[in-house]
């Protein structure tokens, strides 16, 4: 089975500044999908960003960018000029390429300091 | 609106009373899933199923039986429940597109469970 692992279990940010959250996964496989979600105090899952393995450029969705490094493993999520909204769980995620199998990492709390 | 919807969203039972929780959503999606969150391990799941009448065991099904008899609709059933089985639920799902952007899941807004 896949497996995700996020070293931070938790993080900090000041407010305005730039903040990098680590995942590394670890397959076998050569084609799958990853994503980030946030998790907020109201424990909604919301999806933050995705990419797609066979994809050399990394994604971006506004202030969120990934490093996706395949021959590494790792897909690392970058937040610019932090907000105090940005507060929550980040959770890493693969996806097998076919099927609905999903794995997930332990999570990342991450606190914006004013 | 385009939703997950799961019900109760809090459950405090006793051990060995079979509980149902329900997951419904309203966006044709084939794929639909169950997941726990558990304090320092994330969300594993339990469940999944690719379309009605198909379902396959995720990370932690022991304990846990699902049905698919219907596209929208995915309960995850607990026939005996036990302590160690008091978790945070999350129903999701998502479209069999062959995009990233179609496996987007969509979650439900969680079930608190609490069995004593």
Request: charged share 30%; net charge negative.
């Given at each position: 089975a896949q497996t995700v692992t996020q070293s931070q279990p938790e993080m900090s940010v000041q407010e305005a500044e730039t903040v990098t959250l680590s995942c590394t996964y670890d397959t076998s496989e050569s084609d799958y999908y990853l994503f980030w979600y946030k998790q907020p105090p109201s424990r909604q899952m919301i999806l933050v960003i995705r990419q797609e393995a066979y994809k050399q450029q990394n994604a971006t969705e506004n202030r969120f960018s990934v490093n996706f490094q395949k021959a590494a493993k790792s897909f690392s999520l970058k937040i610019s000029?932090?907000?105090?909204?940005?507060a929550a769980m980040y959770f890493c995620a693969y996806r097998r390429y076919t099927g609905n199998q999903f794995y997930f990492g332990t999570g990342t709390s991450l606190t914006v300091i004013p | 609106e385009a939703q997950v919807t799961q019900n109760p969203r809090y459950l405090i039972t006793v051990t060995g009373k079979k509980l149902t929780v329900t997951c419904s959503q309203n966006?044709?999606?084939?794929y639909m899933s169950w997941y726990r969150q558990d304090p320092g391990l994330g969300l594993r799941q339990i469940y999944y199923s690719m379309n009605v009448e198909v379902t396959d065991k995720g990370d932690v099904p022991e304990g846990y039986k699902v049905s698919r008899k219907e596209k929208r609709n995915f309960p995850l059933i607990l026939e005996s429940p036990s302590p160690n089985q008091t978790s945070l639920y999350f129903c999701a799902s998502s479209s069999a597109g062959y995009r990233a952007s179609s496996y987007e899941q969509y979650f439900g807004p969680g079930t608190r469970l609490t069995v004593t």
């Open positions: 000029d932090s907000q105090l909204g940005d | 966006m044709n999606h084939e």
